[in-house]
Every structure is written in C-alpha cells, then in structure tokens.
C-alpha cells in the first residue's frame, strides 16, 4: 500500500490536492492511505518522533513554523527514499529545492 503525505498551511488546499490524489489512485486501481497536514510542524513530529512512514510527500514550500524546504531537509535523514513533491505557485525556489534532491516542483 502506497503512503501518501499531503502538507500545506491552507485546509481548502490540503482537501483540494487529497481528492486529486484519491481520485488518481482509484483511477490506477491502487491501494493508499492519505494523510494530510494543516502544520509542518505537525508532519515532522509525526515522521521524526512517531516514525510514521511515507512513500510520497506533496509538500507546499511557503508555510508559518518551518518551512517546505526546511521540512524537505530534516525529512530526509528519516525517510531517505521518500519522493516529494513541492507544490507552490512560488517559481523562486525552484533551483533550491532541487539542491535538496525533491522528486518534482509543481
């Protein structure tokens, strides 16, 4: 089963990616679990102290506490085989978040 983490600082934003997703993995017939995050801070507890795992993070860049790019880097030590996927409409960090190994920036 695929494990999905979807994190951005806006709830309308969360859902709207989570029922992409969802609608995706129906549509391939796959089996994932969706959790979604209003908090980074919320999303790094839950992978550094609770060792929850994930197979894919969609990830927003710009969010109050740490940051998408922040939260990028201290995932990693834990999930190094983790794909994530930055979604922001903010084309700046782009080069940045490559720097950080990211699987794709939307």
Known sequence: ????????DDSNVVEAHAKVAEE?????MAAADVTTY???EN???DITEDKYFYD???LDIEMPGSTGMEVA???KPFLPNVKII???SHIEYAIDAFELSIFRYV
Request: hydrophobic share 50%; with cysteine.
């Open 1 to 8: 089963m695929l494990r999905i983490a979807i994190c951005d």
């Open 86 to 88: 930055f979604i922001t």
């Open 38 to 40: 209003t908090s980074s």
């Open 56 to 58: 894919l993070i969609l």
């Open 24 to 28: 995706s993995i129906k549509k391939c």
């Open 43 to 45: 999303l790094l507890y």
């Open 73 to 75: 880097e201290k995932i």
